[in-house]
């Protein structure tokens, strides 16, 4: 059974710092999802990695699948990134393979 | 771009009642996934679908839970008699297989 981790549990910056959120996992995968879940409930996928690094806008996805850690980065804040950042652990692909999730980071920018 | 889309957006129901929720994944994909979220907890896997059939289902996907897909475009999650530990905001999601892209989920309050 795979136990995914994430910290910080919950994270105050002040617009324009640089985030770092952490995500570890105790079983190998073949791949990690970032997600970001808004107030209103909804589900939006950030990014989806297999190794290395992926870059959209000012967030940056990196994973080390020895380490089995994987972080998410936002360049310089806004409030409007004000979300819950979830990383979710994917077994293997080619098939209906289920996530297994991280319990979230609760990430508030202020101005 | 395409998109997961659930309905009804929030759904209030009698203990014991039967509820479908309904879900109509992007058009080209073939895996199909329901999972839910109770509320200040982690997202859980409930049940994958592909080639019509169930492929994995989890411990909470019991005898009261069933999927089906009626026709080529929506994907229908059953509670055949709820309880008030049904209580949760149940997403969608859907892939070709690859990133699972989410419905905005249905948020189900029984009473």
């Known amino acids: 059974k795979n136990e995914v981790e994430q910290s910080p549990q919950n994270l105050t910056a002040q617009e324009g710092e640089f985030i770092t959120i952490n995500c570890s996992y105790s079983?190998?995968?073949?791949?990690l999802h970032w997600l970001q879940q808004h107030p209103g409930g909804g589900i939006v996928s950030l990014f989806m990695?297999?190794?290395g690094k992926k870059k959209h806008g000012r967030l940056i996805a990196t994973i080390n699948i020895q380490e089995k850690h994987s972080s998410l980065h936002i360049t310089a804040s806004h409030p409007r990134d004000s979300a819950v950042y979830i990383c979710?652990?994917?077994?293997?692909?080619?098939?209906?393979?289920?996530?297994?999730f991280g319990t979230g980071t609760r990430l508030q920018v202020t101005l | 771009e395409p998109e997961v889309t659930q309905t009804p957006s929030h759904q209030v129901t009698q203990m014991g009642q039967e509820v479908i929720l309904r879900c109509v994944p992007i058009?080209?994909?073939?895996?199909f996934y329901w999972y839910r979220q109770i509320l200040g907890q982690k997202v859980e896997f409930l049940v994958s679908?592909?080639?019509?059939?169930?492929?994995?289902k989890s411990e909470i996907f019991d005898d009261q839970f069933s999927v089906e897909r009626p026709d080529g475009s929506n994907f229908t999650l059953k509670i055949r008699s709820t309880k008030l530990e049904d209580s949760a905001m149940y997403f969608c999601?859907?892939?070709?297989?690859?990133?699972?892209?989410f419905g905005d989920g249905t948020r189900l309050s029984i009473l």
């Open positions: 979710a652990a994917l077994p293997h692909t080619g098939t209906a393979s289920k996530l297994t």
């Open positions: 079983v190998g995968i073949s791949a």
């Open positions: 679908f592909y080639n019509n059939e169930i492929s994995e």
């Open positions: 058009s080209n994909h073939l895996y």
């Open positions: 999601a859907s892939s070709n297989p690859g990133p699972q892209h």
């Open positions: 990695l297999s190794s």
